[in-house]
């Protein structure tokens, strides 16, 4: 952190340490993912795992969009105009719209992956296989950008910050 000289405002100094991009190919497979699932899903479980997939998305953005919202808000950290849902690839869901604190990223995330994936092992009782299978499917998609971020920076310092853009994450240091 640096003051400025004239006194009246404080602007940060960031460096940039890692920028992780996202190619066209990457993008294009990560697109065919949920595709070639329902595909599996079709021929292994049930037809219905076209409809199941559908009514899956909104369910999972909806628990994770409450599990972030639970975690930062139980961590104190302000949320107000620093997070927003999102539809763009590869970042959908609930995601930082500024500079975010790697830890606190790390935190909301892995409490994402663990907790969601309890409520999805949760619907295995009432509803049918291939729905459950279909909200699995969805939850790790759309978890997958976010985990595959935190497994490249898992050896960075965690008081770093992220930025998150359509084509790329990157680190920065203060």
């Known amino acids: 952190m640096e003051a400025n000289n004239k006194g009246s405002a404080t602007f940060y100094q ?69 997070w927003k849902m999102s539809l763009r690839l590869p970042w959908p869901g609930y995601m930082p719209d500024q500079y975010i604190n790697y830890g606190i990223f790390r935190k909301v995330q892995l409490h994402n992956f663990w907790i969601g994936l309890s409520i999805t092992a949760l619907f295995i009782v009432w ?14 998609w759309v978890l997958l950008p976010r985990l595959y971020i935190l497994f490249r920076l898992h050896r960075e310092q965690k008081d770093g910050m992220l930025k998150f853009t359509p084509a790329d994450a990157s680190y920065y240091s203060q």
């Open 14 to 82: 960031y460096k940039l340490i890692k920028k992780i991009n996202t190619s066209a190919a990457w993008l294009r497979v990560y697109m065919a993912l949920p595709i070639i699932c329902v595909v599996f899903e079709t021929i292994f479980l049930s037809w219905w795992s076209i409809l199941f997939m559908i009514i899956a998305a909104p369910v999972v953005l909806w628990i994770q969009y409450v599990i972030s919202r639970s975690v930062l808000l139980i961590s104190g950290h302000p949320i107000a105009k620093r």
């Open 127 to 140: 509803a049918p296989l291939a729905f459950t299978v279909s909200l699995a499917v969805f939850h790790l």
